[in-house]
């Protein structure tokens, strides 16, 4: 067999589809998949507005099913299809506190964030991957989702969990179908969500931010290389696994976290 062909990491000729792709990592990844070739479509509620027009937007809201096929629609009618989906989508939106703090309400707004909305998005996507017998789908999950944190994030990490469960069983579904489907769990990484949570707790504790930060690494077992993720540095991951590189990878989790994760 000649795998000469396979090591690559050149995305020309691809279509790939970032969620969320306006801000933070999402914003990162497009930006990387376009430098390697690939035609980028980034999608957001909102247009990035500050003149980053270079990627074919789409508007829509992923926890709004009738949001998600519209997006399907266009994305069939103006690129015949997709061949790299990065759901990106996410984050955390719910309050500190544990379990009496989360209602129903706090529940199924994480999980249509974080779980419903790549579940969708894969859905209207995958017959026209299946019948082209190729793409690659990356979700973007977190490290919260093998390491919770019940007083900071129990909502947020429990539907990160079942993505990645969910993300499991799709790749062992679709591995004879040309299909490759992995996840990717940053670690805390320098986004403005990030900045926001470490500031809201530096405020709402009276301390600094740096205190707030040491204070926060410490709940979660602390980071080994001692700073956050860069937004670049997932993009950089996330660029070769979507790669002819990476071409007998799928169905894993791939932990980018400085070396937070205290398992093995
Ligand atoms: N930052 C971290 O430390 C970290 C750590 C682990 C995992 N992650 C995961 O990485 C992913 C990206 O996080 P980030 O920190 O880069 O977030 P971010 O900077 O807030 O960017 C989020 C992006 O998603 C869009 N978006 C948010 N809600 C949406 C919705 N309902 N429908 C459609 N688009 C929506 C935002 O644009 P609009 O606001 O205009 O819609 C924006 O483009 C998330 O899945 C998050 O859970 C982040």
């Known amino acids: 067999m000649n795998n000469k062909q396979n090591q690559t990491t050149d995305l020309t000729g ?18 990387e998949l376009a430098r ?17 027009t270079e990627h074919y937007f789409i508007a829509a809201d992923l926890t ?11 994305i069939m009618e103006q690129f015949q299809g997709i061949d790299i ?19 129903d309400e706090h529940w199924e707004s994480e999980l249509q964030l974080n779980l419903l909305s790549a579940i969708r998005l894969d859905k209207i996507l995958l017959p026209q991957m299946i019948e082209q017998q190729s793409g690659v789908i990356i979700h973007i999950s977190s ?13 947020y990490a429990v539907s990160k969990a079942a993505l990645n469960s969910y993300s499991k069983a799709l790749a062992t579904e679709l591995a004879t179908k040309g299909i490759r489907v992995l996840t990717v769990s940053p670690g805390a990484t320098k986004t403005p969500p990030m900045e926001k949570f470490i ?15 040491k204070q926060l690494l410490a ?23 979507v790669s002819p590189s990476a071409a ?9 976290d400085g070396g937070s994760l205290p398992v093995v």
């Open 248 to 256: 007998y990878l799928t169905g894993t989790n791939y932990a980018i």
């Open 14 to 31: 691809k279509r790939a589809l970032v969620t969320g792709g306006t801000k933070g990592i999402g914003k990162a990844i497009a930006d």
């Open 143 to 155: 490290v919260s989702g093998r390491q919770p944190l019940w007083n900071l994030n129990m909502a």
């Open 64 to 74: 709004k099913p009738e949001q998600v096929t519209k997006m399907g629609q266009e």
């Open 219 to 241: 709940q979660t077992g602390g980071i080994p290389m001692g700073r956050m993720a860069e937004p670049e540095e997932v993009a950089s991951l996330v660029h070769f696994l």
């Open 199 to 213: 500031q809201d707790y530096a405020t709402s504790t009276g301390i600094n931010i740096e205190e707030a930060f």
């Open 85 to 103: 989906l990065i759901n990106n989508v996410g984050g955390l939106t719910t309050p500190p506190g544990g379990f009496s703090t989360l209602t």
């Open 36 to 52: 390697a070739g690939a035609q980028v479509i980034v999608s957001a509620r909102n247009h990035p507005g500050d003149g980053n």
